[in-house]
């Protein structure tokens, strides 16, 4: 499977994995610093832990993935390379999930724009240690890093006041920030449920600890909850700001009168350990489950996602970062057998068709070695696959860590007539590998 698809789904486990101590052990505590730090951290650390290498340092004994290049169709008169008529369902995955990327990159990128417009068509004044911005009073007041948009009209002086410092608190806790952090996360992880539930959860601390210090400066916590009921119509501008209006006021009034939570609550947060070892542990068994014997080698098809392994015990392989090119790419690789192998005249003559499945090495220096035939058919088309491999020119060589490494690969020649022996026209085989395409003695892997 593509290595992006890989990284995102195990990121998306591990925001999961780490979402489920927060919503079943942290999210009625009263500890709001620390629920807003677990999630930020959480967020930060989904990202990083399917890139931390000792997943794959306990598969470093296995063989290399050979890939298994695209079959060659040979028929009298014409060559052609066999690729399916459609579309892989990992390129289809690839598309629809850079459209979602893109369309929320633009979507941040808008939100940033109406806030600078905002900005630039009010009028601003400096405060105490903070600018204030006065909007159309059909806007909820809402802050944005160091700034505090409010109706010069709308609100009483003691109600103002509230407001105010609220929006304070948004400023000195810099939760402004934490906002962009979740719109980064939403822009990579848009398919992830998770991530919009984290999202969301961490936009209800922003308000529990706005709210917690509007009543710590002594504002009457009943007044107070009035005044947010009263608010409730206010227009939102968008979500990359801290709004003084949040529809979920249900929750911030019960967190208001939710009795505060004893240090031993602070405790569960060290449930965070055993899940991060949990994930760790995933990981490697995948990676172990992956790997290989030394004695075994597995062929993977880029384009059908089909496997076979292969025993061999006469090289062990690593690994690489990048796999070998041919010259000019795969088209030009294509080319080359449509300019160079022939359909042998014994096999035309006996009518014998199937496939030739090939191994060949890529070397450091992008030599082709040790070509032979793993499954044949005779008749002079083993004798060609051979022949016309190993005329292939120098191939860019496989690379870990920045160091030439040999490689494998396996293709399978597919010799077809055009015809039966009664001159009526053959019906094109499925090219697609099948339980018929794996060579003897060679193993399907799912």
Request: net charge positive; glycine share 6%.
């Amino acid at each position: 499977m593509n290595a992006l698809l890989i990284y995102l789904a195990q990121s998306s486990v591990c925001l999961g994995m780490l979402l489920g101590v927060y919503w079943f052990l942290l999210r009625h505590d009263t500890f709001f610093q620390m629920n807003r730090f677990f999630l930020l951290l959480s967020a930060v650390f989904s990202l990083l832990i399917p890139l931390f290498p000792f997943h794959r340092v306990l598969a470093e004994p296995a063989s290399v993935l050979v890939v298994l290049l695209d079959p060659v169709l040979i028929s009298p008169g014409r060559i052609q390379t066999a690729v399916s008529g459609h579309v892989s369902w990992i390129e289809i995955l690839q598309v629809i999930y850079f459209t979602g990327v893109v369309i929320f990159l633009a979507r941040y990128l808008f939100r940033l724009i109406q806030i600078s417009w905002i900005i630039r068509s009010s009028s601003m004044k400096k405060a105490d240690g903070y600018r204030l911005v006065s909007i159309d009073k059909a806007y909820s007041p809402f802050s944005f890093f160091n700034m505090i948009f409010i109706s010069d009209s709308t609100f009483t002086s003691e109600n103002r006041g509230a407001i105010l410092a609220h929006e304070e608190v948004h400023i000195r806790q810099a939760h402004t920030l934490d906002l962009i952090i979740a719109e980064l996360i939403i822009i990579v992880q848009w398919f992830n449920p998770f991530a919009w539930l984290m999202v969301s959860e961490l936009k209800n601390i922003h308000e529990y600890l706005a709210d917690d210090g509007v009543i710590r400066r002594g504002v009457p916590a009943a007044s107070y909850q009035q005044l947010i009921l009263d608010e409730t119509l206010g227009f939102r501008v968008n979500n990359m700001a801290n709004n003084f209006n949040i529809s979920q006021l249900k929750k911030r009034i019960m967190m208001m009168k939710q009795k505060r939570s004893g240090n031993w609550a602070i405790g569960k947060v060290m449930m965070v350990l055993p899940v991060v070892v949990a994930m760790g542990l995933l990981f490697s068994a995948g990676a172990l489950s992956s790997g290989l014997s030394q004695d075994k080698r597995t062929v993977e098809s880029k384009k059908t996602g089909v496997s076979v392994v292969v025993p061999d015990t006469s090289k062990k392989y690593v690994v690489p970062d990048k796999q070998p090119v041919f010259p000019g790419g795969d088209d030009a690789r294509r080319k080359f057998f449509i300019d160079n192998i022939k359909y042998p005249a014994e096999a035309m003559k006996n009518n014998v068709q199937g496939k030739v499945f090939v191994t060949f090495n890529v070397e450091i220096d992008g030599t082709v070695t040790g070509v032979k035939v793993i499954r044949g058919i005779g008749a002079g088309c083993d004798e060609e696959a051979v022949r016309v491999i190993k005329l292939m020119p120098k191939w860019t060589p496989a690379e870990l860590k920045g160091k030439p490494v040999p490689s494998n690969f396996v293709i399978p020649i597919k010799f077809a007539l055009d015809g039966d022996k009664k001159g009526k026209p053959k019906q094109e085989e499925k090219l697609t590998p099948g339980p018929t395409d794996t060579p003897s003695g060679v193993k399907k892997q799912d």
